[in-house]
């Protein structure tokens, strides 16, 4: 099988319309992406589905949408303000700047290959600032949030007095976040302006590990049911190096991108910290009473935090594949699950001609109140189910002579190319029944 680049994937992005760098037409921006057609209907995709698991599906999740600018005493609380950084360098040579742990500071610039050039390491916050308000001071500074988290947890009183929730119970939020990020190479993976997934589940202390281990199950099942493949995904545990000191524990998912094995999502148990902090920083009360023992107490939060921009280069990444086939041709297929994929359905005519087009469309329309669909009517049908094929669209409707005759069409499957011809009053059923089986075929399924 041929080697799955990020470049093969970043090309197909800019050519079907997924990804756009930021400002292109200006030299483009670094570590800033902009979502074309496809690329928004994917990410809104792995969102709703990540959304309705989270607060649907589940019991006692709520959710929320807190702001991006908060008050900036909040980025004292969580630590963002003294300890958010990378330490790094820049190369006196060529001013290439780096993070210390992704290069050998013993070795030459890896830009300009010049010998003993780099700086001594520094800190470098990672949140963007800005001003508030007409003052350009100190007073006025404030911060693009570096993680949606914070907005959670200020608002988690707020959210017991207003809602009938009881611990434990989580709080769901999807939104931007910022980091003035030193690398942003591998393309969406890391970028200074992307998306979050978290939930915090707040729960009572001595049930936490429990809940721990609760949601790591239920977040590696996630993908499983996004279709992610399972050999590609595994756990690592945060080493005492690596966990924050007022974590009790922590596990990221990785999954095997094209450049290696690499953090998706993070599940952490983050104590009683987060809610403290706030309460010693704001001097409001933070703590809970329990209505069914009595007892008053901080709750601990087991924390699932993921990225969806970074997800959606892994939704790529997994769905990629040149696939060989008889004859020699090779066809590059994304094999989305359909539940994730930007279009479910393309429809198309055989011909244009003899009321044909006619037919395609009004099934068309009959088909967007339940899936995401699309009508295309030109080049060689060979060349249609290729251009669908390039994009992941599982499912392609032909519409012939012969469904004038007798309202029956082909459903052409993506995956393993088979056709079947079933009355066009079954697609539906027919669409949801496939999607619902669904299971990857392919050369590594
Ligand atoms: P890293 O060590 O890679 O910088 P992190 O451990 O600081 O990341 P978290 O703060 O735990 O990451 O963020 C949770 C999730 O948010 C990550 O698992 C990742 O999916 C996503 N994320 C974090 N930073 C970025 C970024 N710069 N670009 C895209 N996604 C990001």
Redesign the pocket.
Known sequence: MAEITLEKIVSLCKRRGFIFQSSEIYGGLNGAYDYGPLGVELKNNIRDIWWKEMTRLHDDIVGLDSSILMHPRVWEASGHVQNFSDPMVDCKQCKARFRTDQIDLSAACPTCGTKDSFTEPRNFNLMFSTHIGAASDASSKIYLRP?TAQGIYVDFKNVVSSSRVKIPFGIAQVGKSF?N?ITTKHFI???CE?E?MEMQWFCAPGTDEAWFAYWKEQRMAFYHRIGIRPTHLRWHQHGSDELAFYAKDAY?IQYLFPMGWQ????VHNRTDYDLTQHQNFSGKEMSYLDPVSGERYIPYVVET???L??NVLMALSDAYEEEALEGGDVRTVLRFHPLIAPITVAVLPLVKKDGIAEVAKSLEQTLRDEFATFYDESGAIGRRYRRMDEIGTPYCVTVDYQSKDDQTVTLRYRDSMEQVRIPASDLVSAIKAATKAYKRVGTES
Do not use: I, P
């Open positions: 993680e980091r990020e993976f890391r970028s992307f979050q990221d953090e998706l999502e993070g935090s993921a990225g921009t970074r």
